[in-house]
């Protein structure tokens, strides 16, 4: 069965830090996508980033990177420069058959930027 | 585009109404995805449609529940008759199939439904 597990209830970072949020998965399938979302306060889900699991480089948007090391079934965002809006819900996903599958979703992480 | 709309946004209601949320996915999308999110569960997939089909349903919780997709444009979840463990944000999502390297889903702004 896939699974995506966050073992992180809630974070703490100080502002301008760099964060990591740590995010592991279980799947029997060669091709999945991995995927990270951010749910701030106000409720709505918005996507930060992918990773592919033939994908050979660990991919990033702006502050944000992901950490994949697919050997050890790992997926983890990192957060450079945080800011006090990065404070919110982080989710980790996954998707079975490639990146077009459904969404399986960990428990999340709250991180709180503390200035 | 106006993204994925949601109504209503807030509903509260008595145990054993009917209760109707409604969906509204980006334009050109043809995966509309509803979930359930509970402090205690998490965020669930319920259902989603493809093109319109319902291909699966297994996370429907039981019979008091079901969804429609009438056309490309809207869906509806309906739960009849309602208790108070249905409370929950019930989230709505779309998501295209235009790119060959990934296609995110696209979330709507979720209705907080409260069963009292």
């Known amino acids: 069965a896939q699974k995506i597990t966050q073992t992180q209830p809630g974070m703490f970072v100080q502002e301008k830090e760099a964060v990591t949020l740590d995010c592991t998965y279980d799947?029997?399938?060669?091709?999945?996508?991995l995927f990270w979302y951010k749910q701030p306060s106000s409720g709505e889900m918005i996507f930060l980033i992918y990773?592919?699991?033939?994908?050979?480089q660990n991919a990033t948007e702006g502050r944000y990177s992901l950490n994949f090391q697919k050997a050890r079934k790992s997926a983890n965002l990192v957060i450079s420069a945080s800011q006090l809006g990065d404070s919110a819900m982080y989710f980790c996903a996954m998707s079975s058959g490639g990146s077009q599958g459904n969404l399986i979703f960990g428990k999340g992480t709250k991180l709180s930027v503390k200035p | 585009d106006a993204g994925v709309i949601q109504s209503p946004r807030h509903e509260v209601t008595e145990m054993g109404q009917e209760v109707t949320l409604r969906c509204k996915p980006i334009?050109?999308?043809?995966?509309l995805f509803w979930y359930r999110q509970t402090m205690m569960r998490g965020l669930e997939l319920l259902i989603y449609f493809n093109n319109n089909v319902p291909i699966d349903d297994s996370g429907m919780p039981e019979d008091r529940f079901s969804a429609k997709m009438p056309n490309a444009s809207f869906s509806t979840l309906k739960i009849q008759p309602s208790e108070p463990r249905d409370s929950a944000v019930y989230f709505c999502a779309s998501r295209g199939t235009e790119k060959s390297s990934y296609n995110e889903q696209f979330f709507g702004p979720g209705t907080r439904l409260t069963v009292l």
């Open positions: 334009s050109g999308h043809d995966y």
């Open positions: 990773q592919g699991s033939y994908d050979q």
């Open positions: 799947t029997s399938d060669p091709s999945y996508g």
